[in-house]
């Protein structure tokens, strides 16, 4: 595993020699405030209840076997974020529904069941934001007007345990690509990472192919993991997609998932990581 991982990391060093990209630096916010860490728990607790986790595929919140995938790519990308000091990742895909929202919601129970992490999913899909209907919460206020300064981001948020917040939107944005690109968008982020501390931001992001949005806006991360649909997305897409995300930012991995095992019983797996 380790050779395939460092044949993998070298496939893409040379290919971003070859490509003349170089490795994507996110200039860093200051470092935070320490007094405001309890913040946290002042925000509105969800729950998941196991029935509609099962529903929308959430197989992270307990730790038992049905997580494991998601588990060891929570522990991939732990070790990778913290060898390179990433805090931000962006979860994409070439096209709709490839699993985004899914893997990014799994991602962030698994990463959070990580008691000395403090972890965010963010919904910047902001023309179809959907992470509220997974949760089964829709929040007073969206992400987009905390963006656009018209709204505080406690109002967008809300805790799952102690040591996950996520931010939500209840209606799409009128302008997504135009506000996901514009310097408030950029400094409200970096006021809530350095008011709220946390130590991963996950952001679940549109797809690649339909709109200019993650063009705009993954300036603002350290890192990307790609979700690619095992039986729909097409080579050819994954390939340009990874090109183009690698000139944007760094790219963690690509995820493929869909994918059907002879007995059906994982749904989920992630073909390169490096
Ligand atoms: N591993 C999987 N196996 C089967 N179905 C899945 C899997 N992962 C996600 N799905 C289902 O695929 C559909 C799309 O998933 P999801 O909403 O996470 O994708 P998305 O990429 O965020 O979509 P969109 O582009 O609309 O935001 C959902 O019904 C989800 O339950
Ligand atoms: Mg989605």
Sequence with gaps: MEKLEAALAKAREMRRAALGVPEVVREKVAPADARSAGAWTSLPEVTLSPGKALRHRITALAGNKDATPYDMLRSRTIRLMKEKGWTRLSVTSPGAACGKTTVALNLALSLSRQKDLKVMLIDLDLRRPSLHRTVGHSPGRSMHEVLDGSAAFEDAAVRMGENLVLAMNATPAPHPA????SVGTREAL???ERRWQPDIMLFDMSPMLATDDNVGFL???DCALLIAAAESTTLSNIDLCEKEL???TNVLGVVLNKCRYPDDSVGYSYGSYA
């Design 246 to 248: 690698a000139q944007l």
């Design 178 to 181: 135009e506000l996901l690109q």
């Design 190 to 192: 970096d006021a809530i």
């Design 219 to 221: 300036g603002n991360v």
